[in-house]
């Protein structure tokens, strides 16, 4: 079972780049990397999900090193409305019941 | 595509009596997820469903929790008698079976237990 280490909370301004480090120092071989955004009374939603190196989609980077043990998740020019707790979940889908959720980063983001 | 429904959306019940959650997944998934959150944490998996059979309950309190998924489809989580400490927000999600699937998580029901 993967254990996820994520920072508290985080702080930063609109416009601004927003970088949320998540270590997994017993990743498995096969075991993805999947973040997930979570707004006050809404279920987490899917973000993006990688297994190595850079990963990019329309809303976030997910950056992930060779030895897999930690990723970067990477949001560009944040706004008002990317105020949320991020999530990071490692596990692969035959085991995906397995990850377990950490408590997460809460991000905020100040005009 | 419709999403995760779950109902009912809010609930209030008087400690040691019962309550039953429902919900509908995404048409096509066979995964099925219920997760318990308590305000300020992350989701805790309760248990997992892989069609109509449980992959993983290890952290559902079997004397008191329940949980179906009859044909394979929509799935009842059931508490009987509850207690105060499982005030909390009951999330159901489901996944396609897929190699890197994506759990697609309902609005949930918040649980108030008084």
């Known amino acids: 079972l993967a254990k996820t280490t994520q920072p508290i909370s985080m702080d930063s301004y609109e416009g601004q780049e927003v970088n949320i480090t998540c270590s997994h120092n017993?990743?498995?071989?096969?075991?993805?990397i999947t973040w997930y955004q979570q707004f006050p009374s809404q279920g987490p939603r899917f973000i993006i999900q990688g297994y190595k190196t850079k990963v990019t989609n329309e809303v976030a980077s997910l950056f992930i090193p060779a030895d897999r043990k930690s990723s970067t998740l990477s949001l560009p020019r944040v706004s008002l409305s990317d105020t949320a707790v991020y999530y990071c979940l490692v596990g692969g889908s035959f085991n995906a019941g397995k990850s377990t959720f950490g408590d997460g980063t809460t991000l905020t983001v100040k005009p | 595509e419709a999403g995760v429904a779950q109902s009912p959306r809010y609930k209030i019940i008087e400690k040691r009596q019962s309550v039953a959650f429902w919900c509908n997944p995404i048409?096509?998934?066979?995964?099925l997820y219920w997760y318990q959150q308590i305000l300020g944490q992350g989701p805790k998996l309760l248990i997992q469903f892989q069609n109509n059979g449980v992959v993983d309950d290890s952290q559902l309190p079997k004397d008191r929790f329940s949980a179906e998924r009859l044909k394979g489809v929509d799935s009842t989580l059931k508490i009987q008698p509850a207690k105060l400490e499982d005030s909390a927000v009951y999330l159901c999600?489901?996944?396609?079976?897929?190699?890197?699937?994506?759990?697609?998580f309902g609005p949930g029901t918040r649980l108030t237990v008084l």
């Open positions: 017993n990743i498995a071989t096969n075991d993805y």
């Open positions: 999600a489901s996944s396609s079976v897929a190699f890197t699937d994506t759990q697609y």
């Open positions: 048409s096509g998934h066979a995964t």
